[in-house]
């Protein structure tokens, strides 16, 4: 599997926007970019994924570098409900593609 | 109308035991899975089903045995339990191929 690489830690003030970046510089041309987040004593959560293109949905947006070999997903305004640990994840989709969790950045939010 | 419900939320039990985590998805999807995230917070999958076959099914003890009677529901047996299964067992389910996945809210289970 692809891997990705992320900070360990972000923090970002309530109401302003926070872009979490993501490298994956050995991504193939089959393998899409996922986001998930997991609040605290909650299972992890879908965020956003793309393959090519920017994708914009009511959570959040993801901006692919045009060499996919980065992305970032933005979120346009955090609140204290965004804190979480936030992972980026490349899914292939062959026969036995599975999503592989690295340790991921986790968003702090401060009033 | 939860989309993937598991049961129990909580397993306290003995070393030795032998016990069972219930999934269910009312989505549709094709594919469920299991995960385990231990104490340091890292999350590993354990097996993956496409409607009731088995698909993955990666380095697990073979204490651990997943069921899928149908493409909606995904069970995990484990047999005489151990210390270190003390974790969070989630499960998730999605379309396959490149669709997101919908986790359950966990089962923390603790051998004591």
């Known amino acids: 599997d692809a891997k990705t690489t992320q900070p360990n830690s972000m923090e970002s003030n309530e109401e302003e926007p926070v872009h979490l970046p993501c490298n994956h510089s050995?991504?193939?041309?089959?393998?899409?970019i996922h986001w998930y987040r997991q609040l605290p004593s909650q299972g992890p959560e879908y965020v956003i994924h793309?393959?090519?293109s920017n994708v914009n949905n009511r959570m959040a947006s993801l901006a692919i570098a045009e060499d996919r070999k980065s992305s970032t997903l933005i979120l346009h305004r955090a609140t204290l409900r965004d804190a979480a640990v936030y992972y980026c994840?490349?899914?292939?989709?062959?026969?036995?593609?599975?999503?592989?969790f690295g340790t991921g950045t986790r968003l702090q939010v401060t009033l | 109308d939860t989309a993937v419900s598991q049961t129990p939320k909580y397993l306290v039990t003995q070393m030795g035991n032998d016990k069972s985590i219930k999934c269910e998805q009312n989505?549709?999807?094709?594919?469920m899975y299991w995960y385990k995230q231990d104490s340091k917070k890292f999350l590993k999958i354990m097996f993956s089903?496409?409607?009731?076959?088995?698909?993955i099914n990666e380095t697990v003890p073979n204490r651990f045995s997943p069921k899928s009677p149908d493409k909606a529901h995904l069970n995990l047996h484990i047999n005489s339990l151990e210390l270190g299964d003390s974790a969070v067992y989630f499960c998730?389910?999605?379309?396959?191929?490149?669709?997101?996945?919908?986790f359950g809210s966990g089962t923390r289970l603790t051998v004591v």
């Open positions: 793309g393959l090519t």
């Open positions: 994840i490349l899914l292939n989709t062959g026969t036995a593609s599975k999503l592989t």
């Open positions: 089903y496409n409607n009731k076959e088995l698909i």
């Open positions: 989505l549709g999807h094709d594919t």
């Open positions: 998730a389910s999605s379309q396959r191929g490149h669709y997101g996945y919908t």
């Open positions: 050995t991504i193939s041309g089959t393998d899409y």
